[in-house]
């Protein structure tokens, strides 16, 4: 069989080279970064401590004009991403403060958005028109696309707990970002630097309140997300004692999500929020999962063993478990409460939302995943 190629050996480095310069690169130069048995995540298991970030939280307050940013947000750098200010590769998490009587500016984004109430009265956030309003432990939701704007109305600063899928808008070329608003006037379109308030105050909480009863008709129906905007936190912890009585689940504790009352769904397309309540004394067993998950304490403490690193919290304290590490939490002499905050819902509609756990007799099982 003839052949016009050369028969002459060549050098593999010299033939890299080669494919180099024809901006060519072969696989199996590239097999270490793409095909490997599991995952392999940069990220660490970290915890913030509310003593450590809330006075920066305030000074930044004076350190930073409301002219230089009007949200003036602290993300957390995950140790194994340093200076990258996220907090696992495709979330950004940390917190905000806003002093009394500041407001920001209307604005809307690509990027899905969760707050957790944590710190101060008086902290408000309106989503197309409606103002909700915050207590501690209460979770509000930004979904992609909306215009919304936050503010405090109180005496004393406000902080909360931010979450938001940026880093992940950011790796698929997605970011959108818009602050010109404007709305029908008289006299035709006027441009606003607020929203006229179309809906009574926490509207989008108190329609809902009801469980297994909703509005015949909503006033908006978003396309990336729940028409609950507002979750109390006082209404989820009633739900959560209540559970309690039943057998908890033993990777979890006793666990509730928070989801779209039209669908059942996760309150956004790419974030999921779940609360859990951990017995006094009590612990769950091994899990790992692919999403990427943030914790934050709102009652008791305790201490979560992640990967090889031992995490001890804290009410207020904020601490994240990276994808595809091994946790088991457990609390202390008293009840404890965790809000979770993950990227499951991207990774399950991308179909790579995988789970293992460790049995009660040492096995590990996948209870879901493809491979």
Known sequence: MSSETSSAPTDLATFDTTLAE??????????????????????LPAVWRHADYLPLAMESLTAVPIER????????????????????????GGVQAINPAERQDVHRHSASAVRVMLDGL????????????????????????????????????????????????????????ANKYTEDGENGIVRRTNQTLRHPDDW????FAVGGVRPERLPLEPRYGSSQMLYRYATTRALLDRLAADRADP???????????????????????????LGAGTGTRRKRTTAGTLYCCLEGSGTTRA?????????????????????????????????????????????????????????????????
């Open 22 to 43: 024809q901006g060519v690169r072969g696989f199996w130069d590239m097999l270490a970064e793409y095909e490997m048995l599991e995952p392999r995540c940069p990220e």
């Open 69 to 92: 940013a009007d949200r003036r947000n602290l993300f957390f750098t995950n140790p194994g991403l340093p200076g990258s200010g996220a907090i696992t590769s495709r979330l950004l």
């Open 122 to 177: 008086g902290a408000f956030t309106t989503v197309e028109g409606g103002r909700n309003n915050l207590r501690y432990g209460d979770v509000v939701i930004n979904p992609s696309g909306l215009w919304h704007e936050s503010g405090n109305d109180g005496t004393e600063p406000i902080v909360w707990m931010d979450v938001l899928d940026l880093p992940l808008t950011k790796l698929l070329h997605a970011n959108f970002f």
């Open 204 to 207: 989008f909480s108190d329609a």
């Open 251 to 277: 990777y979890e504790g006793t666990q509730v999500r928070y989801v779209d009352p039209r669908t059942g769904d996760p309150v956004l397309r790419t974030l999921d929020v779940r609360a859990q309540l």
């Open 307 to 371: 990967g090889d690193r031992e995490l001890r919290w804290s009410a207020r304290d904020i601490f994240v478990v990276p994808p595809w590490t091994w946790r088991e939490h457990a609390a202390d002499s008293a009840d404890a409460v965790l809000v979770a905050i993950s990227d499951e819902p991207a990774l399950t509609q991308l179909g790579l939302h995988a789970v293992e756990v460790v049995t009660e007799t040492g096995d590990v099982v996948r209870e879901r995943g493809l491979v």
